[in-house]
């Protein structure tokens, strides 16, 4: 068997989504949502997805994005962040994740392919998290 190329996309599955929104693969360029793909940044949600929020590349992340999740529906004290940063990790400035966590929620920031994986794992436990992904 051969390996795959460094682009293609990898298939994420889950044992039992209880009928929630998961990830089920990424590639540069795109997320796949329950088989369903989207090329530009998007808020998952185990119940519902936003496929309005976030900047078109990474480089444009700017902490009005950030912001503007600590207004979004479903986000608050006690949820878990998890922000997909493109195909890299790439942190912003404290003061931009502020907002947030002032609200309580816990933000952990790494590269979209990994927010991908980590979220699909945290909705199997029940755990109460959402997922910003820059797709760039």
């Known amino acids: 068997m051969g390996a795959e ?17 998961t990830v089920t693969g990424h590639a540069p360029g795109r997320v796949d949502i329950n088989g369903r793909p989207h090329e530009r940044s998007v808020l998952v949600l185990p119940e519902r997805i936003d496929a309005d929020w976030g900047p ?30 493109g195909e890299r990790q790439r942190f912003p400035p404290a003061s931009w994740l502020k907002p947030l966590t002032d609200l309580g929620m816990g933000v952990e920031v790494m590269d979209t392919g990994a927010a991908c994986r980590t979220y699909n794992i945290l909705v199997a436990e029940g755990r109460d998290v959402a997922a910003a992904l820059v797709v760039e």
């Open 5 to 21: 190329p460094a682009n293609a996309p990898m298939k994420l599955h889950l044992t039992a989504s209880r009928g929630y929104f």
């Open 56 to 85: 078109e590349r990474t480089e444009a992340l700017a902490a009005a994005h950030l912001a503007d999740l600590a207004h979004r529906r479903g986000l608050a004290a006690g949820k878990v962040l998890l922000l997909g940063t």
